[in-house]
């Protein structure tokens, strides 16, 4: 029971992510801005604990150029598409959009790692897309911007889950995200605005705290104890507590219409996420 607590506390952290976000851009701080002291006060957390854990957290030279790319489009893109996209939309589009990447996993499970295609992931791609298409078909649409940078931050978060799994076959989870972290920070410095208001900082140190650093800790914890496709499915629960907390703090709402395109984007990453070739990344 305490695995399973602890992949729902998880994936609540994870759902405050577009929260935190929609805080910082009330200072007027820019998209790059906001990732970066993200990234910056994560690696600062992580340093410790892995310091703490006795792990050395060094990247070696014959894996430079995989942390590179996975640095790039795992943090730099992902994290900058996602957040841009709450800015420009709503943290329950964001979210939803997110979770269109169990649709891009299937795809690339086919071509990078050889897994099978089977009719339930064939029917998960088809829910995601009919929900994709209910999202944007009611009255109150979402610009074009939104919906690329959306599906975009979907397809990045799904390179992070292709490049996580090779990456952890030989380094522990903590290390790895160390890693990708330091490098993915180097790729925003060029575009950060390092002046940020005061009352603005514990809500950057709060968003690399709670939804980065504590909820990957728990949910590799948690996996000690509780099967991959399990924790996978629970974890689900992070668009809806997403989508509740922005509904009681700043009144964002779907209409019925988009709803029903929620729980079939859900549904649809549920039913790949049972599969035992893939897995949760954060």
């Known amino acids: 029971m305490r695995g399973y607590i602890l992949v729902f506390l998880a994936a609540t952290m994870w759902g405050t992510l577009g929260i935190f976000a929609k805080f910082l851009y009330e200072y007027n701080l820019s998209t790059y801005t906001i990732v970066f002291y993200r990234v910056l006060f994560a690696v600062i957390f992580l340093f410790i604990y892995l310091r703490a854990r006795g792990i050395k957290p060094l990247i070696p030279k014959s894996k430079l150029k995989f942390y590179i790319a996975y640095g790039f489009f795992s943090i730099f893109l992902f994290y900058a598409l996602y957040f841009y996209t709450v800015k420009i939309s709503s943290v329950s589009f964001a979210v939803l959009m997110l979770y269109t990447a169990p649709a891009y996993s299937v795809i690339l499970g086919k071509l990078i790692f050889k897994e099978e295609i089977t009719p339930t992931k064939l029917l998960a791609v088809a829910l995601v897309i009919i929900g994709v298409l209910m999202l944007n078909s009611s009255s109150m ?65 709060a968003l690399a705290f709670f939804p980065t650093f504590l909820g990957y800790i728990l949910y590799n914890t948690a996996l000690k104890t509780v099967e991959i496709s399990k924790a996978s499915v629970i974890a689900t629960i992070e668009p809806v507590v997403a989508m509740t907390l922005a509904f009681i703090i700043f009144g964002e709402h779907l209409t019925s219409l988009q709803i029903m395109g929620a729980g079939l984007i859900i549904s649809g990453a549920v039913l790949v996420q049972i599969t035992p070739s893939y897995s949760r990344q954060s």
Request: proline fraction near 8%; charged fraction near 15%.
């Open 141 to 205: 649409k979402f610009s074009t911007l939104a919906i690329v940078t959306g599906l975009a931050s979907g397809l990045t978060y799904s390179l992070y889950g292709v490049f996580s799994k090779i990456a952890v076959r030989e380094e522990p989870p903590e290390k790895v995200l160390f890693n990708v972290l330091l490098i993915g920070m180097i790729f925003l410095l060029p575009l950060t605005d390092f002046r940020v208001p005061i009352r603005a900082v514990p809500y950057l140190i």
